[in-house]
């Protein structure tokens, strides 16, 4: 099973494919993950990935899929959380997946209401700010989360259009346990 995993920022995806990723034995492959450790490595690359984050745009096409094609090297059961973000990372996506003889299972859409992912972002905030260690994201900030959404509606949303066929849409709402055990209903019969 490959997954593609998407929705708009707050949607939830980060733990949901943390719990989907251990029900059903894939390899967690988050973008997001791969690009923090890539700025913690100070290098050229890190630095810009950084710089673009921090001001809520995308990691360029080039480099997100330099990325994760070097991420999921050698296999077959994965989960990508954050990517594609766009409808030309997805047709690179399945070139190279076509160039390894397989393909992607299917593309899952966490659907939230902007409204309940602005709040989710926002509280993810406050907590974070409430911790000890005071830890922020940098694309959290108030004024980044407003570009973030702009950039999601142009940028990420077309893939609904491009994945129609195999795109699992999910109602992202309710308790975490709820909206997995929505996935887990909706990914039944792709299993």
Same mark, same amino acid.
């Given at each position: 099973?490959?997954?593609?995993?998407?929705?708009? !920022? +707050?949607? +939830?995806? +980060?733990?949901?494919?943390?719990?989907? $990723?251990?029900?059903? $034995?894939?390899?967690?492959?988050?973008?997001?993950?791969? @690009?923090?450790?890539? &700025?913690?490595?100070?290098?050229?690359?890190?630095?810009?990935? =950084?710089?673009?984050?921090?001001?809520? $745009?995308?990691?360029?096409?080039?480099?997100?899929?330099?990325?994760?094609?070097?991420?999921?090297? +050698?296999?077959?059961? @994965?989960? &990508?959380?954050?990517? !594609?973000?766009?409808?030309?990372?997805?047709?690179? @996506?399945?070139?190279?997946?076509?160039?390894? =003889?397989?393909?992607?299972?299917?593309?899952?859409?966490?659907?939230? !209401?902007?409204?309940?992912?602005?709040?989710?972002?926002?509280?993810?905030?406050?907590?974070?700010?409430?911790?000890?260690?005071?830890?922020?994201?940098?694309?959290?900030?108030?004024? &980044?989360?407003?570009?973030?959404?702009? &950039?999601?509606?142009?940028?990420?949303?077309?893939?609904?259009?491009?994945?129609?066929?195999?795109?699992?849409?999910?109602?992202?709402?309710?308790? $975490?346990?709820?909206?997995?055990?929505?996935?887990?209903?909706?990914?039944?019969?792709?299993?």
């Amino acid at each position: 099973m490959r997954i593609a995993f998407f929705g708009s !920022p +707050g949607s +939830g995806k +980060g733990t949901q494919a943390a719990a989907l $990723s251990t029900g059903y $034995s894939l390899t967690h492959i988050s973008t997001g993950e791969l @690009f923090r450790a890539k &700025v913690l490595d100070g290098t050229r690359i890190g630095r810009r990935i =950084g710089d673009t984050i921090a001001a809520g $745009s995308l990691v360029d096409d080039i480099t997100a899929n330099y990325v994760l094609f070097k991420a999921i090297e +050698g296999l077959n059961r @994965f989960l &990508v959380d954050g990517y !594609p973000r766009n409808v030309a990372q997805a047709k690179m @996506f399945d070139l190279h997946l076509d160039n390894l =003889g397989t393909k992607l299972t299917c593309a899952l859409f966490l659907d939230v !209401p902007i409204e309940v992912a602005e709040e989710r972002l926002t509280l993810r905030r406050t907590q974070r700010q409430d911790k000890v260690e005071n830890y922020r994201r940098a694309d959290d900030a108030p004024a &980044v989360i407003h570009h973030r959404f702009d &950039v999601y509606r142009k940028q990420t949303e077309p893939l609904l259009h491009y994945y129609s066929e195999r795109i699992i849409r999910v109602d992202g709402t309710g308790s $975490s346990a709820e909206v997995t055990r929505k996935i887990a209903k909706a990914l039944q019969e792709w299993e």
